[in-house]
């Protein structure tokens, strides 16, 4: 789990500069390409390295664990197939009609939907039968991202006037180090065997 959020803090810190070039300097077409597909796909494979990293835990709890053998041994699924799931989900949600106010929903989003295909791919290769447990799931995830959302902001708003950085970039960075640990979180909390 360390390594996973060192290794997504450090991504989210590299993209803060570039994210803040990106928006002083670029225009037009340029800068439609960097913001839809360049910076979402490297957001989307911090999120899969992160995955990597920490998979099974805190992904499957102790108690579904049991009896599997050696965490190490546990099979994965492919990164070709989860970068594409996800950045094709990254890329299509910005899409939908007045997706510019749910925004800050993607991230988590892509995460649970990469947590989501981990453990699929845990059932079919252990022969386990997974499942949600669905009350309050939703709500908590909802009410999760909504907190996390505003709190970021706020951080992102004052740290922005403090070292005269880019408020956006900041945002962007924050939200890549803590929301997908914490959707994971939250996630553990509902699989069961």
């Not at 910076?39 to 599997?68: D, E, M, S």
């Not at 594409?84 to 993607?106: H, S, T």
């Not at 989003?109 to 059932?123: D, V």
């Amino acid at each position: 789990m360390l390594l996973g959020l060192i290794l997504l803090a450090l991504g989210a810190t590299a993209l803060i500069p570039v994210e803040s070039w990106v928006h002083r300097n670029l225009h037009g077409v340029a800068d439609t390409l960097a913001e839809h597909v360049y910076l979402p796909a490297a957001r989307t494979l911090l999120v899969i390295v992160f995955l990597y990293c920490v998979f099974p835990q805190p992904l499957l709890a102790p108690t579904v664990l049991a009896g599997v053998g050696d965490a190490a041994d546990l099979s994965r699924p492919d990164w070709h197939a989860l970068l594409n799931v996800l950045f094709i989900a990254g890329a299509l949600l910005p899409l939908l009609p007045r997706a510019e106010r749910f925004g800050a929903l993607i991230l988590p989003l892509q995460t649970l939907i990469g947590a989501w295909i981990f453990m699929h791919h845990f059932e079919a290769s252990h022969g386990l039968a997974l499942k949600l447990n669905h009350s309050g799931v939703l709500m908590l995830f909802i009410g999760v991202v909504i907190a996390s959302h505003m709190l970021l902001h706020l951080v992102a708003r004052e740290l922005s006037a403090r070292y005269q950085r880019d408020a956006l970039s900041l945002y962007d960075a924050l939200a890549l180090i803590t929301q997908p640990p914490l959707v994971l979180i939250v996630t553990r909390a509902y699989v069961m065997t």
